[in-house]
């Protein structure tokens, strides 16, 4: 198949990145969302705190199973329960986008200050 030709030729599969995992309530484990998503060929990206938790008092246990588990299961579940799981998809993805964006432009309004200011100062 044309993907092994290309893994052959050196191609790397693309990973699965799960995003900004901190745990942002007090009463929840700040490892929470480390531990729940843990899975081989995955890109974890997590505050600094997060990382140092998981350090300190993480342990991964078992990974998620490369067939997806009961995930059939428990969607079904969430459509019997009326969640319209598509739409809930959409609104998410979007408002991630748009938090990455306002992120990233945060991020370069930043560099354009201190950029300016190491310009002005020689």
Known sequence: PRWQRI???????????????????????DVLYVKALAAPFTVNTMPEGTLKALGDHGDIGAL????????EAVLSRFAQAGVDVEALAAQLQEEGAKSFVASWSDLMDVIAHKSAALASAS
């Not at 893994?7 to 929840?28: H, Y």
């Not at 998620?64 to 995930?71: F, K, Q, R, T, Y």
């Open 7 to 29: 893994l052959n030729e050196g191609a790397r599969p693309q990973r699965l990145l799960w995003a900004s995992t901190g745990t942002k309530d007090p009463k929840a484990s």
């Open 64 to 71: 998620l199973p490369a067939d997806g588990g009961d995930c």
